[in-house]
C-alpha cells in the first residue's frame, strides 16, 4: 500500500506564499496522477489541482486558478503545492492523494478518483 506524506504547512499572514510537499513511499507511483485537495472545518473535502503522470497536463479549482501551482519532482518522488496570494479562504488542511489508474493522460477533479491520502498538513493564514 503506497503511503504519502504531506509536510510544509504553517500559519502565514494574508498575501504571503507557501509551498507544500508530498512525498510518496513508493516509486511505481510516478507512473499516477496526482492531486491536492483541501477540506476546511466543517466542510467537504475539495479537489484543488492535479497533475497527470508525466506533468503534461495540470488542472486547478477556479478559486486557486493563477495563484497555485502544482508540480513534481520524480527523482524525489515528491510533489509540490506552490500556493502565492494566500487568503482566509484558503486555510485548510491539505491532502494529497494517488490517481487509482496508472498513465492516465487527463487530470479527474472529483476527489473521490483518488486514493490513499495522507494525513494532511494545515495552512493557517491570518489577516
Known amino acids: 500500500q503506497v503511503q504519502l506524506a504531506e509536510s510544509g504547512g504553517g500559519m502565514v499572514q494574508a498575501g504571503a506564499s507557501l509551498r507544500i510537499s508530498c512525498v510518496v513511499s513508493?516509486?511505481?507511483?510516478?507512473?499516477?496522477?496526482m492531486a491536492w485537495a483541501r477540506q476546511a472545518p466543517g466542510k467537504e473535502r475539495e479537489f484543488v489541482a492535479g497533475?497527470?503522470?508525466?506533468?503534461?497536463?495540470?488542472s486547478y479549482a477556479d478559486s486557486v486558478k493563477g495563484r497555485f501551482i502544482i508540480s513534481r519532482d520524480y527523482a524525489e518522488n515528491t510533489m509540490y503545492l506552490q500556493m502565492n496570494s494566500l487568503s482566509a479562504e484558503d486555510a485548510a488542511f491539505y491532502y494529497c492523494?494517488?490517481?487509482?489508474?496508472?498513465?492516465?493522460?487527463?487530470?479527474?477533479?472529483?476527489?473521490?478518483?483518488?486514493?490513499?491520502w495522507g494525513q494532511g498538513t494545515q495552512v493557517t493564514v491570518s489577516s
Open positions: 513508493d516509486d511505481t507511483y510516478n507512473n499516477f496522477g
Open positions: 492523494g494517488a490517481d487509482r489508474l496508472p498513465f492516465r493522460r487527463i487530470v479527474l477533479t472529483d476527489v473521490s478518483s483518488y486514493h490513499s
Open positions: 497533475i497527470t503522470y508525466n506533468s503534461d497536463t495540470t
